[in-house]
């Protein structure tokens, strides 16, 4: 049994073996932050977040979720690191939120809505996605995306700690998609099962689990009886080089 949970925890630091080259694409981030920070404090009223939703609604095209995405994505290549999934890692959100026909969503991490407008247009008829952000003014910027989308119907955000929000859900979900403070995607995986929130089966969508070494959260997934998981190795959003990855974990109980 010993040399199983071994085998176990080798293969889950496995991902992290590429780790030293994401360096420079977290120093890129940092730098990327500062300069914003700068801009902001020049500008008080317009942070980057705010550009992004101005810039959206003077380019893309109202109840075309597509071109919003897009317009998301020019300023994510071309102007300001955005913290958001990405248009590569999206893609394959949108593969597995479509394959799952998942009913109930819940999304940790909501930030400018990107994540929610991709699982918005690729579920099931009468699904429903539950959005949860500690940030408010992150939270207005979503709202006034999704609204702007023609999605927003699809859509219950929450403003809080997802650790004070889960407890209150009463409900039980399909998906999960994990993309918030990374520190947290352990204890509130723990947290989900602990108030019975996941569904036999649920899908567990965590990003960027190489890029913030994420390997307390993968020993879990993969050595935990009730998950079954597989990594997907991928690129750091907006980044041609700095790798990334994804892990995707059923539950079984």
């Known amino acids: 049994m010993r040399n199983s949970k071994e085998n176990f925890k080798k293969k889950s630091r496995t991902p992290f073996q590429i780790n030293k080259k994401s360096f420079f694409g977290v120093m890129e981030i940092v730098l990327s932050e500062l300069k914003n920070l700068f801009?902001?404090?020049?500008?008080?009223e317009m942070s980057k977040e705010k550009r992004v939703l101005n810039y959206v609604l003077s380019n893309a095209q109202k109840n075309d979720p597509k071109s919003i995405l897009e317009a998301i994505d020019e300023c994510g290549y071309k102007?300001?690191?955005?913290?958001?999934?990405?248009?590569?890692?999206g893609q394959i959100l949108e593969?597995?939120?479509?394959?799952?026909?998942?009913?109930?969503?819940?999304?940790l991490g909501v930030y400018l809505g990107y994540s929610t407008i991709r699982i918005a247009r690729s579920m099931s008829e009468g699904a429903h996605i539950h959005?949860?952000?500690?940030?408010?003014?992150?939270?207005?910027?979503?709202?006034k995306h999704l609204d702007f989308a023609g999605l927003a119907e699809q859509?219950?955000?929450?403003?809080?700690?997802?650790s004070e929000v889960i407890p209150e859900l009463n409900m039980?979900?399909?998906?999960?998609?994990?993309?918030?403070?990374?520190e947290a995607y352990l204890q509130d995986l723990k947290l989900l099962i602990k108030h019975d929130c996941l569904n036999d089966g649920a899908v567990v969508f965590a990003d960027n689990i190489v890029l913030f070494h994420l390997e307390d959260y993968l020993d879990f997934v993969r050595t935990s009886p009730n998950f079954s998981s597989k990594f997907i190795p991928s690129l750091r959003?907006?980044?041609?080089s700095h790798p990334d990855?994804?892990?995707?974990?059923?539950f079984v109980k």
């Open 245 to 250: 990855g994804i892990e995707i974990s059923y």
């Open 155 to 162: 859509v219950s955000f929450f403003q809080g700690k997802a």
């Open 39 to 44: 801009i902001s404090k020049l500008n008080k």
């Open 79 to 89: 102007k300001f690191f955005l913290m958001n999934i990405g248009d590569k890692k």
């Open 131 to 143: 959005s949860i952000d500690v940030n408010e003014n992150f939270l207005e910027i979503a709202k």
């Open 172 to 182: 039980q979900f399909d998906f999960i998609f994990i993309d918030h403070w990374k």
């Open 95 to 107: 593969e597995y939120v479509r394959s799952s026909q998942a009913k109930n969503i819940l999304e």
């Open 237 to 240: 959003e907006y980044s041609s």
